[in-house]
Structures are given as structure tokens and as C-alpha cells.
């Protein structure tokens, strides 16, 4: 019996809205967009008018207000799918809008938030440095105050959607003396004088979803595109990748559900020394674990988005689902390329793009390490 989560009737509509959309539209195109590592335009305009890019934005600024058990729902059925596509969707409506959400005065979400539910501006998150990943203790990047604006210098890489993104949301230091303390959010346009955009990396996998440097050199950034006030941008960006890991572990438990499906297909129909490959135990047993992996991942997500949902920070729960989600679907996936032998390997069967995706859910927006540090810490902390 599959493990849900009781979601409202409205968000259960959506879900299948949206699975639909995925059959007809993105899967048929999920070849096409590994092959030239871009989202056609039209795909684009597609997910805008389903109301995609609005997910997790109020209704009063014209996007659905899901909260966080219902967005994540929605990274199940987009863990099923193209994971470049997903990972444009996922990170507009999860890191790239919640500081804005959260911390962004009254004038900062009427003219922002409207223009990013519609999908007319992509928006982006921008933390990782090059010496700065999981040490934001390291940033470079500052923000100098001057009048009536601020003063952004520094570099930052690795940055999804930052390609097709119009709106940024960028940390930087306003206080050297503070630390941690001292680093603060701004928004940032991609017009603004002195920002600049790199050239899209080549990666292992997520093809599709851009992934950038950005450089600032004397960036002219409005002083009321501070959001909250300084010093508020690390605490923001920790509660930002609290809830998005969350949802990573969503998707995780959905692209589970995928290989399992598939890998139970192949083993009904594959035929080798005289039998179907579900009757070879050895397989069985691969198959079980496969499916426990999945559960055990789902259940350890579905604790966390309680834990946020009844008004804690959630911060070991969601370490927990996201390491435990990611490094299980290392070993489901595998497991499906083994299963397929021989064409789990080819790129016809679609099993090797999943095989290279889901390596990047164990490094980003916290690598596995990271997540057991800030599992320990918690641990040691409440004892």
C-alpha cells in the first residue's frame, strides 16, 4: 500500500492535473531537453499557464499559496519526470521565493511576487562561492552601503537557474566584524549596473536547468531591496534550505517510485535462463530493498514537513529525510541499472539520466556530510 499524506481536495486535484501534464508534455520531451540541456520554450509556457511558477506564492500576489505538505506532493509527481525540468519549477517556487515570502516588505512583494507566480520572471538563489559552499562562514561577497543603494561585489557560482532567471536573490556580508551574523539578503534584477551572468556549466546531469557564476562589480542594488534588515540573510537562507530539503527529499521519493515501477515492468517481461527475471529471488530480494529504501525515505520526509507544519524549525528532521531520501536513491537507482543490465545502461531506456541526476542530491543545498554534522549538532545540543 503506498504511505500519503492527507492533502486537501483541491491540492489532490492539482496533483493529478499535474501528472497529467507530465505524461502528455514533459516525458514525451525529456529526450529532446537531455540532448540539448535547455527547456523549450513552449514546454515553459506550458508549466506558466498550469500555474507551475505560482505554487508557493500567497494568492494575493497571484500564485497558489501551497504550503510546505502540499508542495512537497508536487515534488513527488515532479520526481517521476525530466529532473532538469523539476529542478526549474523546484527551486523558482522553493529557495529562489521564500526569503522573498518571508522577509520582503509590502512594496518588495507587490512588485516582485506577481511578475514570479506567472513565470514571467525565473527567480533564482544565490549562496555558494567559490570558497563558500558549505562554509558560508567563508563568504566573500559584500554589499556596501551608499545613500540610497548598496554597493555588491564578490562571486558567486553554481547557480541554478541563474540562466533563465530575472530576479536573484543574493547574499553578501554588510558586516565583516558580525561572522555569520553579518551577512544579509538583497534582490537583485538581472539588468542591475555591475551584475553579471556567466556562461551555463556543463554537468553530469539536471540538463535543462542552468546552472551559472554570477559576479558583482560595484552591482547598484536599491536600499529597499534589503530584505529585513541587515544581518538577517544567514538565518533566512538556514530556515530557506531547511524547508528546501524537504522537498528534495520529496522529489527523491517520487523518482523511487518511478524505478521501482519500472524496474517491476522490466523484471515481468525480461526473459533470461528460461525465466522471467522476477522469478530469480536474487532480484526479488534487490527489489524489496528497493522498496523499503523508498518507504523508510517517505516516512522520514512526511515527520519533517510535520514537524515544520506544528511550528518547529525542523532542522534535524529535515537533515534527516533529506540525507537518508538522497542516499537512498543512490542505491535505488543503482539497483535499477542493474536490474535492466545491459540497456539499464543505454540511454534508450531513460534509467542512465536518472543514474546521473540523482548524484547531485547528495551535494547540494547541504551535501550528506553537512547533513549528518547538523544532525549530530541537534542531537548534542538537546541532550
Known amino acids: 500500500m503506498a504511505i500519503r499524506m492527507e492533502l486537501t481536495p483541491e491540492v489532490r486535484r492539482l496533483c493529478e492535473e499535474i501528472r497529467r501534464f507530465i ?32 505554487l508557493t506564492i500567497p494568492e494575493q500576489y497571484g500564485g497558489i499559496g501551497l504550503d510546505l505538505a502540499g508542495k512537497c506532493a508536487i515534488e513527488e509527481e515532479m520526481g517521476r519526470t525530466n529532473y532538469g525540468f523539476a529542478t526549474v519549477i523546484g527551486n523558482h517556487t522553493g529557495i529562489a521565493t521564500t526569503g522573498i515570502v518571508a522577509l520582503g516588505s509590502e512594496a518588495l512583494k507587490r512588485k516582485y511576487l506577481p511578475l514570479m507566480a506567472t513565470g514571467e520572471w525565473i527567480a533564482c538563489f544565490a ?3 567559490p570558497l563558500a559552499g558549505s562554509d558560508p562562514a567563508a563568504m566573500r561577497t559584500t554589499a556596501t552601503r551608499k545613500g540610497d543603494h548598496y554597493l555588491l561585489n564578490g562571486e558567486k557560482i553554481f547557480i541554478t537557474n541563474g540562466g533563465l532567471a530575472r530576479v536573484f ?33 556543463l554537468k553530469m546531469g539536471m540538463h535543462g536547468a542552468t546552472t551559472v557564476p554570477l559576479s558583482f ?22 530556515k530557506t534550505l531547511t524547508m528546501g530539503r524537504v522537498t528534495i527529499a520529496a522529489r527523491c521519493c517520487g523518482m523511487m517510485d518511478l524505478l521501482i515501477e519500472r524496474s ?38 512526511y515527520k519533517a514537513i510535520d514537524a515544520i507544519l506544528g511550528g518547529a524549525r525542523g532542522t534535524l528532521e529535515a537533515s534527516a529525510a533529506k540525507l537518508y531520501a538522497t542516499e537512498s536513491l543512490a542505491k535505488v537507482v543503482d539497483c535499477a541499472v542493474q536490474i535492466h543490465g545491459g540497456m539499464g545502461y543505454m540511454r534508450e531506456a531513460g534509467i542512465e539520466a536518472m543514474y546521473r541526476d540523482a548524484r547531485i542530491t547528495r551535494i547540494y543545498e547541504g551535501s550528506s556530510e553537512i547533513q549528518r554534522n547538523i544532525i549530530a549538532a541537534q542531537l548534542l545540543k538537546n541532550d
Open 127 to 129: 549562496l555558494t562561492e
Open 169 to 201: 536573490t543574493v547574499m553578501a556580508i554588510t558586516d565583516q566584524a558580525k561572522g555569520i551574523k553579518g551577512i544579509s539578503a538583497f534582490v537583485v534584477e538581472r539588468d542591475f549596473p555591475g551584475f553579471r551572468i556567466g556562461r551555463s556549466e
Open 264 to 301: 517491476c515492468d522490466y523484471m515481468k517481461t525480461r526473459v533470461q535462463g528460461g525465466k522471467k527475471l522476477a522469478e530469480h529471488q536474487g532480484l526479488q530480494w534487490m527489489l524489496a530493498d528497493m522498496a523499503v529504501a523508498r518507504d523508510a525515505s517517505r516516512l522520514l520526509t
Open 23 to 54: 505524461r502528455k508534455e514533459v516525458d514525451l520531451r525529456s529526450r529532446w531537453i537531455e540532448e540539448h540541456d535547455a527547456i523549450p520554450d513552449d514546454l515553459l509556457q506550458k508549466a506558466r499557464e498550469l500555474g507551475l511558477f505560482g
Open 217 to 238: 562589480t560595484d552591482c547598484e542594488v536599491p536600499a529597499e531591496n534589503l530584505l529585513g534588515s541587515e544581518g538577517m540573510g544567514y538565518v533566512q537562507a538556514m
